[in-house]
């Protein structure tokens, strides 16, 4: 017998939460396999079987809290457990399997009555022929030759009367028939109208679908919170209580750094393996702003303000579990390209569950995308003992009014981006967030940052 217990999972991390257990008492599981998810107030982890075998025992359940070293489960030799597995294993499912064609047998008699319907069929038939001789011989009894002529005066002389021909066509070209005069006879309006209407009226123009709303499967249902979003919800509501918060907003042109984008794309990816997108260039200038304005990377304790010597951003990532902010260290010395890669694996690494406690821990800023699902910006939450956290919305193209060397102004096309800087108002003034905005602001807007690439 082996006793599972839960390991140390950081520094700072006491003690866990099972939130789902992997494996049931009598399965089978391997060395390092995943045997029960853990969540803290750090991070949701999986922890995996120290040795081979059965598990005999599970002796905490799901949504208890224990201790790090608690033991959770008991796992014994497999071949304790080996005999009871192939006794259930499928010698009962094939009897019922066996026993439902017995019904099946009497399937074909239900047709043979249904056989007999094909004498419906010439019953129909008959019926039919005398019907279509009848029509023909009142037909020039009745004159109706002479029906049609009115009908059709009539039909020249009405305004209101559209053509079968007409109202398709207009519903094919989108054309709202109230919209279009008519040259015919008495106003009406015939197929030349829509056509010409179709061709000069811009209204034809969105035709395109409205995007298919797909209900979700939570409407009306109620989940409880799981652990990591209790802990969320706990923090940044004592962070609100505990400070008091205001943001700053400035609007920054980067056509500069999406010009460099574009023109060392491929070769970034050629010697990097990451894709080159803004992030990189908003964390670098965002953490050498931090260099010169310490008390955005500043903390309180009591009646202290403590300058951390290091820049170590956090940055927060989307996940299906919550927001989670792992920490790139020490941001102020990488370059673009050591920057980029330690955004994509931390990333990657914090969707698929696989970062420890410490690497979610040591932040002294965070940087925060809220543009990546198209935010203009936002006024996000400081989560403490930070100070301060920067947002950055959509890059989007739109005019701008620039002014050359000279002094001349005119209008441009620029790919502009806004920088919203929330802070702790108890010891940073808005004049010492808007010097921080403005600086950063400088360093984008030059766009020199070919000497950074790291390439």
Known sequence: MSEVVLPALGESVTEGTITRWLKKVGDTVAVDEPLVEVSTDKVDTEIPSPVAGVV????????????????????????????????????????????????????????????????AAPVAAPVAAPVAPAMPAPVPAVAAPAAPAPVAADNESDPNYITPIVRKLAHDMGVNLASVRGTGVGGRIRKEDVLAFGSSAPVAAPVAAAPAI?????????????????????RAVASMN??????????????????????????????????????????????EGLQAHPKINSSVDGENIVYHGTENVSFAV?????????????????????????????????????????????????????????????????????????????????????????????IAIRSM??????????????????????????????????ANLGI
Do not use: W
Request: charged share 20%; aromatic share 4%.
């Open 417 to 450: 981006v806004y920088l919203a800087l929330s802070y702790d108002h108890r010891h940073i003034d808005g004049a010492d967030a808007s010097r921080y905005l403005t600086d950063v602001k400088a360093r984008l807007e030059a766009g020199a940052f070919e």
């Open 214 to 234: 797909v209900a979700s499967p939570l409407r009306g249902t109620t989940e409880p919170m799981s652990r990591l979003r209790k802990v969320l919800a706990e």
């Open 56 to 119: 005999q025992q599970i002796l905490v359940q799901e949504d208890e809290t224990v201790a790090v070293g608690a033991v959770l489960a008991v796992i014994g030799d497999a071949a304790v457990a080996a005999p009871a597995a192939p006794a259930p294993a499928a010698v009962e499912t094939p009897a019922p399997v066996a026993a439902a064609p017995a019904p099946v047998v009497e399937a074909p008699v239900v047709p043979a009555p249904v056989a007999a319907v094909p004498v």
């Open 318 to 410: 989307d996940t299906e579990r919550g927001l989670l902010t792992p920490v790139i260290r020490n941001a102020a010395s990488l370059n673009i390209a050591q920057t980029a890669q330690q955004i994509a694996e931390l990333a990657d690494r914090t969707r698929n569950n696989k970062l420890t406690p410490d690497e979610l821990s040591g932040g002294t800023f965070t940087l925060t995308n809220t543009g990546s699902r198209g935010a203009l910006f936002d006024t996000p939450v400081v989560f403490l003992p930070q100070s301060a956290i920067l947002g950055t919305g959509v890059v989007t193209k739109r005019p701008v009014v620039v002014t050359d060397a000279e002094g001349n102004e005119s």
């Open 242 to 287: 505990s400070s008091a918060q205001l943001t700053t907003v400035v609007e920054v042109d980067v056509t500069k750094i999406a010009n460099l984008r574009k023109s060392v794309q491929a070769n970034f990816v050629a010697k990097t393996g990451v894709k080159l997108n803004f992030m990189p260039f908003f964390c670098l200038a965002a953490a």
